[in-house]
């Protein structure tokens, strides 16, 4: 029965789609190819602060240049394919000075098969099959560095519901961005295979006037390790899920208001469920964009990091250097984002304290960042240039955190 009334899903869909190219080969004439350059530099002072014991940021002095190259091909009844390579070559910065300070996210020198997906689309929905990169809170590739994480799965993309976009995600293979095993990776091979796949749930709602809800679940009960740094599971079952709401109030000048709560239940030995909240609240000043925000991680454990290598994707007052997550931390942030009249400039301060009970490796941390993004223009449209620095000071020593990048879309 189901899969009868799958078929009669695919033929409606059929019937009502554009077949968009008149052959095979006009499909592939049709398809649009786009890429980038980029350089990326990190630098991390040595610091003796506990929290930053196995920080891979500290004492770092990197730099690596890669590629990414995607194609995808015009609609031939309703589907497109999709190719993606992205290579690295680390320029080897850590050994000039013949020592060993060395971020292992920033010093890989391979090549991928970034993305390789079957699109198809019907009605105003698609689904997507394949290695793919994925955008979703917990379940997110970071480009933070010269390559990027990608996912083997199949993922539903429904927008026939009302102000409604529901997301259904299987997942079956995360390939890391790493070109082999390492320390950082906690890992003993290069990619996660889920012998028992990942599925989620990912939904954003704006039925109601100047509200917006989001909210996500992910569930797996694969044996092996799940989830990133700080937390992973090793056994038994693991579920985790937040939802997010924001309301712009009806005031005369802009003011909006959020609050956020997400929570990780275990099956596994010794390992306890956790939960977190947060609230948010941002309004524009004189053309400053202000935010601020407040979390709490209850005492019990750490909240899990994403799927993707971005633990502090969720958590609105993670830093450069501190992230939110950890168990019984309460933070604070506020940021001011500003282009000071420059179109193609942004300017981003943001400022955090933490505090963290059982006087944890992060109590008392004060922190600040500072993002300056630039996009130029005429002869040197399509680079850009970002410069990302922070200065953490901790209980027991401070911490200095850089990252300059340097990019070319073509």
């Known amino acids: 029965m189901k899969l009868i009334k799958l078929s009669l899903a695919v033929m409606l869909a059929m019937a009502t789609a554009s077949f968009g190219a008149d052959s095979l080969e006009d499909a592939f004439k049709d398809g649009k190819f786009k890429g980038q350059f980029k350089f990326v530099y990190t630098n991390g002072s040595d610091s003796n602060a506990v929290a930053l014991a196995n920080d891979p940021a500290e004492g770092a002095n990197t730099g ?14 309703g589907f497109k394919l999709g190719l993606g390579f992205e290579a690295a070559h680390d320029l080897e910065f850590h050994n000039e000075d013949g020592g060993s300070e ?4 920033n010093t890989v020198s391979a090549a991928h ?11 105003k929905s698609n689904i997507k099959v394949g290695r793919q990169t994925i955008k979703l809170p917990m379940t997110l590739t970071s480009s ?21 976009m529901l997301k259904l995600l299987y997942i079956k ?33 704006t039925s109601v006037k100047d509200l917006t809800l989001t909210g996500q679940y992910l569930t797996t009960d694969d044996e092996n390790m799940k989830g990133d740094a700080p937390t992973t599971v090793t056994t ?20 909006t208001v959020g609050a956020m709560y997400g929570a990780a239940d275990f099956d596994a030995t010794a390992v306890k469920s956790t939960d977190f909240y947060a609230l948010l609240a941002g309004t524009v000043v004189s053309g400053v964009k202000l935010d601020a925000a407040y979390a709490s991680v209850d005492e019990d454990n750490n909240f899990p990091g994403t799927l993707g290598h971005v633990p502090d994707a969720i958590i609105p007052t993670s830093m450069l250097t501190t992230n939110g997550i950890f168990a019984g931390m309460d933070s604070y942030s506020l940021q001011g984002i500003y282009n000071f009249g420059v179109k193609a400039l942004s300017t981003r301060v943001k400022v955090a304290h ?7 490796a992060f109590d008392d941390t004060n922190e600040i960042n500072m993002d300056i993004k630039y996009s130029f223009g005429g002869a040197l449209k399509g680079l850009s240039t970002r410069l990302w620095a922070g200065y953490a000071d901790m209980k027991d020593d401070d911490f200095t955190n850089l ?3 340097a990019k070319y879309n073509f």
């Open 102 to 105: 060395d971020d292992t996210r």
């Open 144 to 164: 933070a560095f010269a390559l990027e994480d990608s996912f083997d799965a199949a993922v539903l993309t429904i927008n026939e519901i009302p102000s409604t």
């Open 354 to 360: 933490f505090d963290q009970a059982n006087n944890g």
């Open 64 to 77: 690596s240049i890669a590629v990414d190259m995607r194609y995808l091909t015009g609609d031939y009844y």
């Open 113 to 123: 098969l970034h993305e390789a997906f079957l699109q198809y689309s019907f009605l």
């Open 236 to 255: 038994g079952a693991y579920d985790e899920y937040y939802v997010k709401a924001n309301y712009k109030l009806p005031t005369d000048f802009p003011m």
């Open 403 to 405: 990252r300059f990048y």
């Open 173 to 205: 293979e995360w390939n890391m961005r790493y070109g082999d095993g390492s320390a950082s990776t906690g890992l003993t091979s290069s990619d996660k295979h889920f012998s028992d796949a990942v599925y989620s749930l990912f939904f954003r709602n």
